[in-house]
């Protein structure tokens, strides 16, 4: 049986096994597939495995060994699951891999907002402390986050983790969700609308999946309904903002500061106005990225292909 890996680089550029997955075929890993390579690199494999590499319905009846396609990520809209299903191609993603990554990311943007670590560490370096007349000082305002309110927007298992990060440095928490739970409600977290969310907190974090209810939730509109001074948090997908609003927001003062580690498109486009926005801290989507984090997914990439070949399907989207 042949197993293809389209884009296995970012997933592991050399510091994991494959292991796991040679041993249930015949493993083919490409780092990176262009477009118009797709159904030649497929061939006759029966097992595809892609991460951000696209199978379009018209992809997939070009390549009609294909049985199984494995998304080495929880979205899985890189995949026509419609087309697929027609097809009669089975689709999984890896579920619940990141959580505690993604919450400790969410944390790291946060805190560098609060204290600017990196700059102050360099102003040491640089001998400014050295020269300081006083015995300490600082750059940028500190921020303290117990007593505030955070609004989380999605409120599945990354944002229950981080709400209960939030609450453990003293922090409210708002949480905004379709689907809710009134049992996990305290005294310091609670339920809240979209627009009591907006209101009510001083930073916001986006953690709900891409729909098209959900793209540019956070807009010209919304930003207005904030607190000013309001900070902002995106560690999930890029266009759930309107990036153009936000870094007119940021460049006004409206926003406070903004941390992303996803945008609209990626990589980055060098005209994003995001790049020239004031105060905004841009990563290259790696909240997921943790060695320990990616080992995670292999695992559970390995056994979604097992439990299909054992005719058990499991995380089936």
């Known amino acids: 049986m042949k197993v293809v890996v389209l884009d296995g680089y970012t997933l592991n550029p050399g510091d994991i096994s494959w292991g796991k997955l040679e041993a249930l075929g015949e493993l083919k890993v490409y780092d990176r597939t262009p477009s118009d390579k797709i159904i030649e690199r497929i061939g006759e494999a029966e097992i595809v495995f892609t991460n951000k590499t696209p199978l379009s319905k018209e992809t997939l009846q070009k390549v009609p060994s294909v049985k199984y396609v494995g998304v080495l990520a929880t979205g899985y809209n890189v995949v026509d699951t419609a087309g697929a299903r027609e097809l009669g191609i089975t689709v999984t993603n890896i579920p619940a891999y990141s959580t505690a990554a993604v919450d400790q990311f969410v944390f790291a943007l946060l805190l560098e907002i609060c204290h600017h670590v990196w700059v102050h560490n360099e102003e040491v370096k640089k001998g400014n402390w050295t020269k300081c007349i006083d015995f300490c000082f600082w750059k940028y305002p500190l921020i303290e986050l ?24 003293g922090m409210k928490v708002l949480a905004y969700s379709p689907h809710q739970d009134r049992t996990l409600e305290n005294e310091n977290l609670s339920y809240a609308s979209l627009d009591e969310l907006l209101a009510g907190s001083d930073v916001i974090s986006l953690h709900c999946p891409l729909f098209e209810s959900t793209r540019g939730i956070i807009n010209k509109k919304a930003i207005e309904k904030m607190k000013d001074g309001v900070i902002i948090i995106n560690t999930a997908r890029g266009p759930l903002i309107v990036e153009e609003d936000l870094a007119k927001a940021l460049n006004s003062g409206k926003v406070y500061a903004a941390a992303m580690d996803v945008v609209s498109s990626e990589p980055i486009k060098a005209d994003n106005p995001l790049l020239s926005a004031k105060n905004c801290i841009i990563t290259p989507h790696i909240a997921w990225a943790s060695k320990e984090t990616r080992v995670r997914l292999m695992d559970i990439a390995a056994d979604n292909l097992e439990s299909f070949l054992k005719g058990k399907p499991i995380n089936v989207v």
Do not use: D, E, N, P
């Not at 981080?162 to 440095?169: G, I, N, P, R």
């Open 146 to 169: 117990a007593g505030k309110t955070m609004g989380i927007i999605g409120f599945g298992r990354i944002g229950r983790a981080v709400a209960k990060t939030a609450q453990s440095l």
